[in-house]
């Protein structure tokens, strides 16, 4: 871990703060009039991913954490564990539903995801998966002749199995890019 003070703050860096993991999701060097200076950020908790907004004084020391990305290969799921391959040893690890989140139902075997750890204790803080991926559409209904008047939307299964809402012209066998994020279409690929 290494100090250091409000100058050093960035975008995505991780910080040991309020003795939890957060990640800067943005922040802000504020000096009103005549006031002491300060830093408003808002942080991202990377064990439960809620968002809080604080701030400090100008300079204030801040404790950051190193953290290392490895790209690993997602194999399955195995009960409440995705299973990854570490592509540099071979070695496999089990990664618990809690730390790959919600973006897990677009998760295809085969596919690459990050793993986050801390570099100097060796443990996994998070996984990031890609922000946008490709995948098959297995099932949808049939869009119904007259809904093209308005922005008609229906469900649609994906090949993960995951279910989402898709424009009307969408058919089974279209491949769809997917936002991990939100679980949103953008467009057919």
């Known amino acids: 871990m290494?100090?250091?003070?409000?100058?050093?703050?960035?975008?995505?860096?991780?910080?040991?703060?309020?003795?939890?993991?957060?990640?800067?999701v943005e922040f802000q060097h504020v000096a009103p009039g005549n006031w002491r200076?300060?830093?408003?950020?808002?942080?991202?908790?990377?064990?439960?991913?809620?968002?809080?907004?604080?701030?400090?004084r100008a300079g204030s020391d801040i404790e950051i954490v190193r953290i290392e990305r490895r790209t690993m290969q997602y194999l399955y799921r195995e009960d409440d564990s995705f299973i990854f391959m570490d592509n540099d040893t071979y070695d496999q690890i089990p990664v618990g539903s809690d730390m790959v989140g919600d973006g897990a139902r677009f998760l295809k075997e085969n596919e690459s995801a990050d793993l986050v750890y801390d570099a100097d204790t060796e443990t996994l803080l998070g996984v990031e998966l890609p922000i946008f991926v490709e995948l098959a559409v297995t099932e949808t209904t049939i869009a119904v002749r007259g809904d093209t008047a308005t922005n008609v939307t229906k469900a649609a299964?994906?090949?993960?199995?995951?279910?989402?809402?898709?424009?009307?012209?969408?058919?089974?066998?279209?491949?769809?890019?997917?936002?991990t994020r939100s679980g949103a279409y953008i467009e057919r690929v």
């Open 157 to 179: 299964t994906l090949e993960t199995g995951a279910v989402i809402q898709v424009p009307g012209f969408v058919n089974e066998g279209d491949v769809l890019k997917i936002d």
């Open 37 to 56: 200076a300060f830093v408003r950020m808002k942080l991202k908790n990377l064990n439960n991913g809620k968002v809080i907004e604080d701030r400090v």
């Open 2 to 24: 290494a100090s250091g003070t409000t100058t050093d703050l960035r975008n995505g860096v991780v910080l040991r703060y309020n003795n939890d993991l957060y990640q800067v």
